[in-house]
């Protein structure tokens, strides 16, 4: 078992990673039920697969489970089930003592955390991720939100757990794209500061999709101990540390928006290409070696990864695709921010893109890939 510690004062917490924590869950989890009772909001699908795990272990703890299922995929982070969602906890009785479990994927974390901050002004959260992406990422350091219309998360608060449990088995029940959309993530850690992880992800990537133990738990902890301690330094993007973590973001939240947000592209798809357009843009400015960003788009396209337009599905020239990236919640003044590389594992936030200029990138890359 291994403990990552998000440090944030008083709202600091820990990021549990075992290996069949879910069958264990009654140890982890038995002191957050106030009265004997944890509410657990899952969707249809992980409900099937991993929910009876968790139910199992927390009634061998004296603790009643009280499950709320809602539907699975992207669609979910709406009005309409958030509306459901707090209405179902409303009707159990939730008080601001009380802890909420979120068990499934981004998705799920999101809407439950987002639920969790605004009900009777805050009750409390626990996540408890079960996809690749949620557990390297969208489970730890407190963004919730929900989609709108316009776009992409643009509807939220920054409002952290109580606790993270991550039990990497529960990725065993996957479908390998989600593992691989997930993959995108890790591989972002790497690409930000720390370009020995990428060399690692180049050289033990297939091991850690293959479903080799050893090289998620590694891959899963180095990620949630590098954006820990982002998270611990800049909680609320305020100084610009944060803000790297959104590389590919910008390019991806596009793509996704183009797709409709939905399973046309998952997230970790977009973020994957979004990536690659990030280097290559980035190259196309004279700010990073060619070769190198060669080398980010090689290592997604060998992992099966979206590394371009046409492997994202997106057919929008790039005035389209710029219309969506208007609508970022980054957007201040006028003026959007950039993740762009100096290289990798030397990802910086410029203030100074030309949107103008990022349509005719987009253009010309598609046709280059043609």
């Known amino acids: 078992m291994a403990i990552v510690r998000v440090a944030l004062d008083a709202r600091s917490y820990d990021i549990v990673i075992e290996q069949g924590a879910l069958d264990r869950a009654g140890s982890h989890l038995a002191g957050y039920a106030r009265k004997g009772r944890l509410v657990v909001v899952t969707d249809?699908?992980?409900?099937?697969?991993?929910?009876?795990?968790?139910?199992?272990?927390?009634?061998?703890?004296?603790?009643?489970?009280?499950?709320?299922?809602?539907?699975?995929?992207?669609?979910?982070?709406?009005?309409?089930?958030?509306?459901?969602?707090?209405?179902?906890?409303?009707?159990?009785?939730?008080?601001?003592?009380?802890?909420?479990?979120a068990l499934g994927g981004g998705v799920i974390g999101d809407l439950v955390g987002f639920a969790a901050s605004i009900l009777k002004r805050g009750c409390h959260f626990i996540q408890v991720p079960t996809t690749l992406l949620a557990q390297v990422d969208s489970s730890v350091g407190g963004k919730t939100a929900i989609n709108a219309r316009a776009g992409k998360n643009l509807i939220g608060s920054f409002y952290q757990p109580a606790l993270v449990l991550i039990d990497p088995s529960t990725l065993d029940t996957l479908p390998v794209r989600e593992t691989r959309a997930g993959y995108a993530e890790v591989v972002k850690y790497g690409l930000i500061d720390d370009p020995d992880f990428f060399a690692w992800c180049e050289a033990e990537g297939d091991r850690l999709l293959s479903g080799d133990a050893q090289a998620r738990e590694y891959a899963i902890e180095r990620s949630v101990t590098a954006k820990a301690k982002?998270?611990?330094?800049?909680?609320?993007?305020?100084?610009?540390?944060?803000?790297?973590?959104?590389?590919?973001?910008?390019?991806?939240?596009?793509?996704?928006?183009?797709?409709?947000f939905s399973d046309l592209l998952l997230h970790g798809e977009g973020v994957a290409a979004g990536m690659a357009l990030a280097f290559r843009y980035s190259a196309r400015l004279g700010?990073?070696?060619?070769?190198?960003?060669?080398?980010?788009?090689?290592?997604?396209?060998?992992?099966?990864?979206?590394?371009?337009?046409?492997?994202?599905?997106?057919?929008?020239?790039?005035?389209?695709?710029?219309?969506?990236?208007?609508?970022?919640k980054k957007m201040a003044a006028g003026t959007l921010p950039f993740l762009l590389a100096r290289g990798i594992g030397r990802t910086f936030l410029s203030k100074d893109v030309v949107l103008d200029d990022v349509a005719a990138f987009l253009d010309e890359d598609r046709a280059r890939a043609v």
Not at 233 to 246: H, Y
Not at 297 to 317: E, I
Not at 319 to 325: D, F, N, P, Q, T
């Open 44 to 101: 249809a699908h992980v409900a099937k697969a991993q929910l009876p795990r968790l139910e199992a272990s927390l009634r061998a703890a004296h603790v009643a489970v009280e499950p709320v299922i809602l539907p699975p995929g992207e669609q979910t982070k709406s009005w309409r089930h958030l509306e459901e969602l707090l209405d179902a906890l409303l009707a159990l009785e939730i008080e601001r003592g009380d802890h909420v479990v």
């Open 287 to 328: 700010l990073c070696p060619a070769e190198e960003a060669q080398r980010v788009t090689a290592h997604l396209k060998a992992v099966g990864l979206p590394h371009d337009l046409a492997s994202a599905q997106v057919t929008a020239d790039g005035a389209a695709l710029v219309g969506h990236m208007l609508h970022d």
């Open 230 to 260: 982002i998270v611990g330094e800049d909680e609320r993007e305020t100084s610009g540390r944060r803000a790297l973590l959104n590389l590919g973001h910008t390019f991806g939240h596009a793509l996704e928006a183009d797709t409709g």
